[in-house]
């Protein structure tokens, strides 16, 4: 079956605005604006079964609902483009080659939410990403599409870029919100959720690039159809895939939910590069647990992934091979973690440089036995911050420990990693 | 009103209470660095752990952040919830500079009396402390960065509560700094408030450092001298030279706080040249022996010119108790003339302003925050109180109308800390319901408040006063 | 100085949002990419702009990656060292940039010209290692193309 993410895109350029309408871009939201009621398109992205494709994973029709109905002032739409978990890039893919579907599915949100005026928040270095939906934007105000009295009717959605200046923190929902404020980035504490009270106190719902850009198939296909493209029978969708690594083609790949890992390394991929043998992998960007190879039959969807304790994630799948020091690949995830916490909360802003100093130890030949004690007791700690950084940051930990600490033990009964010169 | 179980005890708290203010109320601390009762929940320190045994929470939650609900059964000293609470203390004294001895903080250190009681002493981390430059904050303020625990306090109270923009937070992850654009003097008149919320030895007294350690203070209840707002204080004094005044807390006037004047301006108390023995023509004696030799010389003044033609001078600076022994001498001394203004239309407006106060017009610091329309007659507030300035912003913040009645508007509002509308006379406050606040009040029968200062004559003080009684009266409507 | 052209766009930025300061950011690279770097002066003109202090500016230009509140070469390197570059061997492309342009991280070469920075996750993971110049970004790199790309950036620049 044609999946509905990247069937418009072209090999060397992005989409034109006339080539998207001729393969039926727009049509969803002319259907939902002359036939149907916002009731209907938010109960068709409830009955599609889409999840937040940003990490989460949270229904997104659910997430739309809890917006109250009855708060006078103005409500919000967030497109979160802040792409910034390691070893994801699926979005950036996405809107390089497409704008369109993201334009015509955030109007379709914005319809279904009673949302007047939309924001894009984009990272800092997807300036390509932010000129193409700008020039988007642009055509499709042109065509009657956007802005004031959409397709003729009497509803007006405006959507807005909001350039980001780089920190990964940006991407939580709530520190977005601050962020596109104008106040500083740090999370705010829930509740009160967005969709209570969120941009500008007003209803906010934030959703990701790739959420969004499946609302239109949703709409113009159905919830059925939707639900149909995943290879098992609980998940729903298709999703992007990027991966990045010892594979030997490292790329962005819509793929049914429900595809196994070994399905997308060995498939699209190419297989292992220069017939390295696979050690490991984090299958759905740097926040999430090592899976194995005993994983990989586990069909790719949010609650396979989660029953073998890690995440589907954001998709950014990162392949390890044999031979590669996963003690000095937790090191360096940590390192990220650890720099980009915000500093407002004490577990994140001083616990991960205390785990980053225990690793960068072990790994140089300085560990201790007692260090693997302090490393769980951080692994459990740290869950209580304030906001789901740190936690993040503890999976990959949490995933070499629990399948890797005879390799950690190793580096500290040698006294160095058994992995360089030897 | 929920009802809750804390640590086996049954605890009772008004509906909005938090965990950690529930199980205050039956004498349980719950240790805490960024939670304050002033300021707005930050949640940043996740030292005031607890767990949640039944109940519609359960698990390990922050205590600052949850607000008490019927049915919870909490315990404040479960492993789990004091391992966290070591772990946070460890993860703080990673980068603390243990130099207890020389700080003025030691003793009356939060972080020292938390680090205790959450059972950390050994160190674990065998990585290098960050370090920082400190800042120059003025001729109050000894900043000293490298203690700082980051609870994200001073911040808050800095430009949150008290509205200042020239301190605050930079940089993030390891390294957030909390100091100024440039080193320069903090701008803030509340700025030495900083002293008091900091938990540690981030910032401390400069005109009191290095002098004694708080145990050496003599304390004593006091209330503030310099203005007649009267906030609470408590002066530490050693050796008979007063070192600090710190604010002392009264929920109904100052809250937490005290203004910079109220705190640093105390050179006065301690000036050698101030007179410190009773003397009689610059000869010291005792003090029976000088108020001897006064008696006599009043008595021989009435002698010769009469009653009539003596005049106690008093001043609206004085203390109570002065004023209150002036008056006493003046009825003994029937006759005598009390003064306590040099212009008699001051000492009308005075005198009628206190005939006019009553208990039911007579609002206090606490009522002021909560009241819907706030009209403030030609004054400057900052220099006649600066702590109602900040009362006022509470209520601006929570939605109060705020109006400004002044002759030049520009000049007195450009430095307070809220948002206020500047009208001509006090006829321009819609205080019969003509505005939005005269419609608020009446709905949410709260009253409404005028302020003056001492400088009105009398027919303008009982036009204010009917004003804030037509306010009050609308205020008690349907 | 700022020039009036770009005051007058600046302030129309500020006037369009729907508070002042959610144009901070905008008005920061701005003013960033006129100076080169976020000056002192140009966090007193963002200061202006967007009616707030020069400390709460600060507050926000200090947590961004990609905002400078210090002197930089004429075109800023970027090397990104998060995992997937990390697995592609970042550390050797680092390795040769400080031995080319004879800095360490965080120093701007002798002539001024480029100043060498790590950076986070880039989201060219598929094309790992990757750097950006100036905000424009190059992947699959080896030392030899690195040096290509050095020759090339410098070429543009005069």
Known sequence: MELPLFKHNRPDRPVTFAQYRQEGGFKALEKAISGMSPTEVQQAVIDSGLRGRGGAGFPTGRKWSFVPRDLPGPRWLICNCDEMEPGTYKDRVLL????YSLIEGMTLACYALGVRHAFIFIRKGYEKAAANLGRGIAEAKEAGLLGERIAGSDVSIDIDLHLSAGRYICGEETALINALEGKRPNPRSKPPFPAVKGLWDGPTVV???ETLANI???VAHGPGWFKS????????????????????NRACFELPIGTTLGAIIDGPCGGMREGKKFKACIPGGASTQFLTAEHLNVPMDFDTVAKVGSRLGSGGVIVFEEGRCLVAATLNLIDFFARESCGWCTPCREGLPFVKEILARIEAGGGEERDLGILREHVKYLSYSFCALAPGAMAPLEGLLTHFEDEVREHISKRRCPFKGQ | MPKLIIDDIAVEVPAGTNVLEAARSVGITIPHFCYHPALAIAGACRLCAVKLLDGPVKGIQMSCSLPAQDGMVVSTTDPEALQLRSMVIEWLMINHPHDCPVCDEGGECLLQDFTI?????????????????????GEGIQHEMNRCIECYRCVRFYQDYAGGTDFGVTGSAGRVYFGRFADGALESPFSGNLVDICPTGVFTDKTGRFRARYWDYEFAPSICPHCSVGCNTSPQNFQRELIKVVARRNDQVNGWFICDRGRFDKGYVNDGRRPRQPMIDGVACGYEEALDALAGRISDFIGMNGTGSLALVGSARLSLEGAILLGELARYLDGAQLCYFADSSLSGGSLAAVQLLNEQNAASLSDLEGADCIALLDLDLMQEGPMLALAVRKAALAGAQVYLVAAEPGAAQKDLPFRCTAVGSLDEVPLEGGGQGGRRLRRRRKGARTAGPPGLDRSEVGHAAAGGERLRRGAAGP | MMPEALRTSLQARVAAAVTPREAAVDVMKELQAHYGWLTDEAVGEAARLLGLSELQVEELATFYEMIYRRPVGKKVIHVCDSISCWCACCEEIMRHLKERLGVEPGGTSADGMFTLLPCCCMGMCGDSPAMSVNGTPYGKLTPELVDEILARERALAS
Do not use: W
């Not at chain 1, 290879?231 to 030997?248: D, I």
């Not at chain 2, 290098?128 to 430059?133: D, G, I, N, S």
């Open chain 1, 216 to 218: 239109p198939a949703i």
């Open chain 1, 207 to 209: 959703n990701n690039v």
């Open chain 1, 96 to 99: 390089e080659h497409n704008p």
């Open chain 1, 229 to 248: 493209l995943a290879l098992n029978p609980e998940g729903a969708g298709s999703k992007l895939f990027c991966v990045s690594g010892a594979v030997t």
């Open chain 2, 117 to 137: 009681a959450g059972g950390h002493g050994r160190r674990r981390y065998q990585g290098k402390k960050r370090t920082f430059l400190n800042q120059y904050l």
